[in-house]
């Protein structure tokens, strides 16, 4: 299990070893709706842009505003961490990470620069369209930059080991439904998170070896009460630790960089790049494009009744407009049902102490048994 | 040296901006009483619909952002209680928190919206605009996209993006026929884009005259101008006649070398929406003879505009060449619409994705220096703007950058600090204020 | 000829008497918030009564600082970076650019080889207050701003606080505190924080000569701070002997010219 944590913890030099063993090309990208099966096909690498929390003096000359994730990316590019990074892409999305897109082209010179447009309205009649347009264009650019055709076989494969890992990841969040989870929230995410710096056939590995190995694990005894977490993207598992070393467990997540990541799977046909798009739009909403038909408050819902949580952490980053727009729909539903919730904003540093006692606060709320007053 | 000072003059056509103005904010406010519908967004067909009105959140949120600070304040209260961001566009916390009190500015009832259709935008904000009227009083909303990219032209891919967008649209119209059982006039609409064409041309020479020196206009007067016929829709016919009768008077200006700041010895260009509860600082600068002579965003009017051949700088489109293309269907005039503005220098996109485009901007326009505000809310008011300064620092342009919650929000702008800067700014350009 | 510099800054009123080019008395007060004119009168006497002469001996009088407005003698007042450009190019006549980073405003001045300003930086408001915010953060450790300087220059540790937001550092020192860290390590963590904030004004727009920069205002006198400030950044800092004086010396100069 600690391994998935150790190449997040390592992932420049996994990306590194990876580069010297293939000879293959790194292609970096900031927004989930990048649709990796093509870049895999093409042979390269997709790496997922992930922010660390490291002091930043670099790009306040270039940005303003921002949410930490998008600004600690460019950060990472100017401190020369991203240095075998071959070529970066956009697919759209949140418009921070557009800037951190360009910004990044400042500090690095990429040999590829890829701006994919997803649309806004996913559900619209016509999406699809412009989507697969899209689709062509990306796969026919990759094939100029890495030399390589991308054919029908290698698609193929390459949807075939996403789709394996899709499933393997539901497998271990199914896990987390237990009355006493063996996998904390925490491993979940790292395990998440992992994936997408990770070469999917190497992760798929890790996952199958983990998912024979847990059976045997021994159960902790009740954990605490069941949270779910929901809100802007995270590149650590920082806030799950923080809230079961409180003696709660994290269930389930609504994060981009969560369960939304890899939650449906590549519904296979004839045509590989329309199966793609459809995908893609198809994932669940992120909180920019759920505007027409709201599919984001049913599945968060839904997530929250087939894992039994008790609760919902709602984190923002500072700065991050489109859930800034969405919470108070979904502050709506949750009132509604009389679903228990607590909103914090994350920035580059998390003051612990004062993270702790709003948390805990929260947690004694949930579950008011914790703490007697009287007698 | 004594300093050149030109001849200033009031505008005249003035007068008739402001009754247009007043014209469609009463046809907003009788929307209900005249039992039309009121739509969300900023769709330039709905003119097609026998009984359908407009309405953005924009110039609603900035109009209360510039009269009452004091409302703007308990309108953001009032949405900030329900869990939206502080980060996120004033104009929207002002309008839709007008809607959460349920009163107007002049408190008067809310018009509540029927329905809601944001229009394309590549601003993040734009595309969530118009949830809040939906969650809240669950009404139908239908969305257009703004498809975008960066890189080379693709005519395959620009293609494909136009006609989504003009899909999307018919999509929508025939979804209004259907369920209001509105009937859709082409022919009003066909007019109507035929009407737009020459709000264009004639917008596009005012926009070029602002190159002359001395700038015949501020860029007060443009905001003045520019939501009629842009954000706010009234009467086609009586738009094209104002925006005539503006570049008549802007010619006679230009000819006769009327100054909007008689002391003008120092150009500087802006972007995006100022701060409208301070508009001061435009008068604060003129002390110093400097004039704003625009940005791209003021310049909207004049449609996509490109360097030419020559080097000279002039709309994408030659003027008085509309009439060329034949607009017989209502598909024609939507591709038309859209076709226009799909690629080229558009001036959100440009901003969204193209720092160096403000470069050009600057050096068509004689620009000495560059004042951009960096708004903390709205995300599309602040994407690629530090990008911008240091394009512009590097051509020779001076940029000074100021803080801000955003147009509407007057929370985060500290005025004396902002006035200070000015004066910093200006000293350290070697110039002292003429007047005080 | 006798001229005099007069710099109100937030904190503190700095006063500068020039004879002929050499400083003949110099004078400071604490600004005094909404008492500041009296401040400003009383520094103001004082500095002529040390430097043994009368206002009518004085040929002209410049103020700057942000409360430039409030010094009725004055005959005239310049902005900042004009003051910081003058001082630097008189105690050093190689300087190209000037960093003043004072109880409020964090400023970078660039100059051409001739003298003439190109640029000029100010901070935004997440960087404002620095010298203000290390009084009041020396004061909650129970230390005088010296006292924290140097039991930070002691430290060692890796222990950091949130470098973007000084109501952030402080929550975080807070917490540092509660969890038994050291108080010098903290310190430390303090001065590393800021230090990070002053080299982002640097790094924007155009970025300060590694061996030509004056470094001036009150902060300017923190030796912990400025080991780490030219640690982060690279840059070798020329500092004036009362780096406090040097935007009154500016406007004195100003006067002078």
Same mark, same amino acid.
């Given at each position: 299990?600690?391994?998935?944590k ?7 030099e996994y ?10 090309k790194?292609?970096?990208? &900031? ?5 990796e099966?093509?870049i895999?096909?093409?042979s390269?690498?997709p790496?997922?842009?992930l ?8 790009t ?5 505003a ?6 600690d990316i ?10 075998y ?7 759209e999305?949140c418009?921070?990470m557009r800037?951190?897109?360009i910004?990044?082209?400042?500090f690095?010179?990429?040999s ?8 806004? =309205?996913?559900d ?12 062509k ?10 030399s ?9 494969h ?25 996998? !904390?929230g925490a491993?979940?995410?790292e395990?998440v998170?992992?994936?997408q ?5 190497d992760h798929n ?5 983990v ?7 021994s159960h ?10 929901v809100g802007s993207?995270t590149s ?9 070393e ?11 960089t969560?369960s939304?990541?890899?939650w ?14 459809l995908?893609?739009?198809g ?9 027409n038909w ?5 599945h968060?819902?839904?997530?929250y009744?087939?894992f039994?949580?008790q609760?919902?952490?709602i ?9 800034g727009?969405?919470n108070p729909?979904i ?7 009389i679903?228990p919730f %607590?909103f914090? /904003? ?15 606060? &929260?947690i004694?709320?949930?579950?008011p048994?914790r ?5 | ?9 009031p ?12 014209k ?5 406010d009788d929307?209900e ?9 900023n769709?330039n067909w ?5 009984a359908l009105r ?16 004091q409302?703007?304040?308990e ?10 961001g502080?980060e ?12 959460y009190?349920?009163? *107007?500015?002049?408190?008067s009832?809310f018009?509540m ?5 944001p @229009? ?8 969530k605009?118009?949830q809040?009227p939906m969650?809240?009083?669950n009404?139908?909303?239908? *969305?257009?996209?703004s498809p975008?990219?960066t ?11 136009i ?7 018919l ?8 369920i209001?059982?509105?009937? @859709?006039?082409? /022919? ?25 020196i001395?700038?015949?206009l501020s860029?007060?007067d443009?905001?003045s ?8 829709k009234t ?6 006649e ?7 008077e802007?010619k ?10 008689g ?8 972007? %995006?929406?100022p ?6 600082y435009y008068? =604060?600068?003129?002390?110093y003879g ?6 791209? =965003? ?21 003027l ?8 017989k269907?209502?598909?024609?005039a ?13 001036f959100?996109?440009d ?5 160096y485009a403000?470069?050009?901007?600057a ?5 000495d ?6 708004w903390r ?6 994407v690629?703007?530090?990008? *911008?300064g240091?394009?512009?620092?590097e ?7 100021y803080?801000g919650?955003q147009p509407?929000?007057? +929370?985060?702008q ?10 910093v ?12 | 000829m006798i001229t005099?510099g ?6 503190n ?15 400071t ?9 009296k401040?400003?009168?009383q520094?103001?006497?004082?500095t002529?009564?040390? $430097?043994?002469?009368?206002? +009518? ?8 600082g ?6 009725p ?13 003058r ?5 050093y006549?190689?300087?190209r650019s ?5 109880a409020?405003?964090i400023?970078v001045?660039?100059?051409d080889?001739?003298?003439a ?6 901070n *935004?408001k ?6 203000? &915010?290390?009084?009041t953060v020396?004061?909650r #450790?129970g ?5 924290m ?10 222990v950091?606080?949130?470098?973007a937001?000084c109501v952030?550092?402080?929550?975080d ?10 108080w010098q390590?903290?310190?430390r963590a303090i001065h590393?924080?800021?230090a ?5 004004? #640097? !790094? ?8 030509t920069?004056?470094l001036?205002?009150g902060v ?5 701070l400025i080991?780490?400030?030219?640690e982060?950044?690279?840059?070798n800092?020329?500092i004036?002997?009362q780096?406090?004086?040097a ?5 004195a100069l100003?006067?002078? $010219?």
């Amino acid at each position: 299990m600690h391994r998935f944590k150790e190449v997040l913890d390592n992932r420049h030099e996994y990306a590194k070893n990876w580069k010297a063993r293939t000879g293959g090309k790194v292609l970096g990208y &900031f927004e989930p709706y990048t649709p990796e099966e093509v870049i895999y096909a093409a042979s390269a690498l997709p790496v997922r842009l992930l922010s660390r929390h490291e002091p930043d003096d670099m790009t306040d000359r270039n940005i303003y505003a921002s949410c930490a994730c998008a600004r600690d990316i460019v950060n990472q590019v100017a401190l020369g961490r991203f240095d075998y990074v071959d070529g970066i892409t956009y697919a759209e999305a949140c418009q921070w990470m557009r800037h951190a897109f360009i910004s990044s082209q400042y500090f690095q010179s990429f040999s590829y620069t890829c701006d994919i447009f997803v649309p806004d =309205y996913v559900d619209g009649h016509r999406s699809k369209d412009v989507m697969y347009s899209e689709m062509k264009a990306f796969k026919k650019s990759l094939e100029e930059w890495t030399s390589n055709t991308i054919t029908d076989e290698a698609l193929d494969h390459a949807i075939d080991v996403y789709n394996t890992n899709r499933r393997l990841m539901r497998q271990i969040y199914e896990l987390r439904r237990a009355d006493n989870p063996i996998v !904390s929230g925490a491993e979940a995410m790292e395990m998440v998170l992992a994936s997408q710096v990770m070469d999917k056939e190497d992760h798929n590995r890790m996952l199958q070896e983990v998912l024979k190995e847990l059976p045997r694990r021994s159960h902790a005894g009740y954990p605490g009460p069941r949270l779910m977490l929901v809100g802007s993207p995270t590149s650590d598992a920082n806030l799950e630790r923080l809230v079961e070393e409180l003696g709660a467990v994290v269930v389930i997540d609504e994060l981009c960089t969560g369960s939304c990541y890899f939650w449906n799977e590549v519904i296979p046909q004839e045509d590989r790049l329309l199966a793609l798009s459809l995908r893609y739009l198809g994932k669940p909403h992120c909180a920019l494009k759920d505007n027409n038909w709201r599919r984001r408050p049913a599945h968060i819902l839904q997530l929250y009744e087939d894992f039994n949580a008790q609760g919902v952490i709602i984190a923002k980053q500072i700065y991050c407009h489109p859930h800034g727009t969405d919470n108070p729909h979904i502050w709506k539903i949750l009132r509604e049902r009389i679903y228990p919730f %607590h909103f914090l /904003e994350r920035d580059t540093t998390v003051p612990e102490r004062e993270m702790k006692t709003r948390l805990e606060a &929260f947690i004694n709320l949930v579950e008011p048994v914790r703490v007697k007053l009287r007698g | 040296m004594g300093i050149q000072r030109w001849e200033i003059r009031p505008l005249e056509v003035w007068a008739k901006a402001k009754e247009m103005r007043a014209k469609w904010q009463q046809s907003i406010d009788d929307a209900e009483k005249e039992h039309v519908l009121l739509a969300q967004g900023n769709c330039n067909w709905a003119v097609g619909f026998p009984a359908l009105r407009v309405i953005e959140d924009n110039p609603v949120g900035a109009m209360m952002g510039y009269r009452s600070s004091q409302f703007s304040r308990e309108c953001r209260a009032a949405g900030e209680i329900l869990g939206w961001g502080r980060e996120i566009c004033g104009y929207q916390l002002n309008c839709w928190g007008a809607m959460y009190l349920g009163y *107007q500015m002049d408190g008067s009832k809310f018009p509540m919206r029927d329905m809601v259709v944001p @229009f394309p935008d590549p601003c993040d904000q734009h595309t969530k605009r118009g949830q809040a009227p939906m969650d809240y009083s669950n009404i139908p909303r239908w *969305q257009g996209d703004s498809p975008l990219y960066t890189g080379p032209h693709d005519p395959e891919r620009d293609a494909t993006m136009i006609e989504n967008k003009v899909g999307t649209t018919l999509d929508i119209i025939a979804d209004i026929e259907r369920i209001y059982g509105q009937i @859709f006039d082409d /022919e009003k609409f066909i007019e109507s884009i035929n009407l737009a064409h020459r709000v264009r041309e004639y917008a596009a020479e005012v926009c070029l005259s602002m190159q002359h020196i001395p700038a015949p206009l501020s860029q007060k007067d443009l905001y003045s101008f520019y939501t009629l016929g842009g954000l706010t829709k009234t009467d086609p016919e009586e738009t094209v006649e104002l925006w005539r009768m503006l570049r008549d008077e802007v010619k006679w200006r230009v000819d006769n070398n009327i100054a909007a700041v008689g002391t003008e010895r120092y150009r500087w260009i802006e972007a %995006h929406p100022p701060p409208w509860y301070f508009l001061r600082y435009y008068r =604060y600068m003129e002390k110093y003879g400097a004039i704003c002579i625009g940005s791209q =965003y003021s310049h909207m009017m004049g449609g996509p505009f490109e360097f030419k051949e020559d080097g000279s700088w002039g709309p994408r489109v030659p003027l008085n060449s509309w009439g060329e293309r034949p607009i017989k269907t209502r598909e024609d005039a939507l591709r038309a619409m859209f076709g226009d503005d799909a690629r080229g220098h558009n001036f959100k996109v440009d901003e969204v994705i193209r720092p160096y485009a403000i470069c050009e901007f600057a050096k068509a326009y004689k620009a000495d220096g560059a004042i951009m505000p960096l708004w903390r809310g709205g995300v599309g008011c602040t994407v690629t703007r530090k990008e *911008q300064g240091l394009r512009l620092s590097e051509i020779g342009v001076r940029v000074l950058h100021y803080e801000g919650s955003q147009p509407g929000d007057r +929370t985060d702008q500290d005025e004396t600090r902002l006035l200070d800067m000015l004066d910093v700014w200006m000293e350290s350009q070697g110039l002292r204020k003429l007047e005080d | 000829m006798i001229t005099a510099g007069i710099d109100v800054g937030i904190e503190n009123i700095k006063v500068v008497v020039l004879r002929d080019g050499t400083v003949i008395a110099s004078g400071t007060a604490r600004s005094g918030g909404a008492g500041r004119g009296k401040a400003i009168e009383q520094t103001w006497t004082d500095t002529l009564k040390a $430097a043994g002469i009368s206002a +009518t001996d004085i040929t002209k009088v410049v103020a700057t600082g942000q409360g430039k407005g409030d010094v009725p003698f004055a005959n005239d007042s310049i902005t900042e970076p004009l003051a910081d450009a003058r001082v630097a190019l008189f105690l050093y006549p190689a300087a190209r650019s000037v960093v003043d980073v004072g109880a409020d405003q964090i400023r970078v001045v660039s100059l051409d080889e001739h003298g003439a300003i190109t640029e000029v930086v100010l901070n *935004q408001k997440c960087a404002a207050g620095i010298g203000t &915010f290390l009084r009041t953060v020396a004061r909650r #450790l129970g230390y005088t701003l010296d006292e924290m300087s140097r039991i930070g220059g002691s430290s060692d540790n890796r222990v950091v606080v949130n470098d973007a937001c000084c109501v952030f550092a402080e929550l975080d020192a807070i917490n540092l505190l509660h969890d038994g860290v050291a108080w010098q390590d903290i310190a430390r963590a303090i001065h590393r924080a800021m230090a990070v904030r002053i080299n982002s004004v #640097l !790094s924007d727009k155009v970025r300060p000569a590694k061996d030509t920069t004056v470094l001036i205002g009150g902060v300017a006198r923190n030796p912990t701070l400025i080991a780490a400030l030219e640690e982060r950044s690279g840059i070798n800092f020329m500092i004036p002997d009362q780096p406090e004086f040097a935007g009154a010396l500016g406007a004195a100069l100003d006067a002078a $010219a």
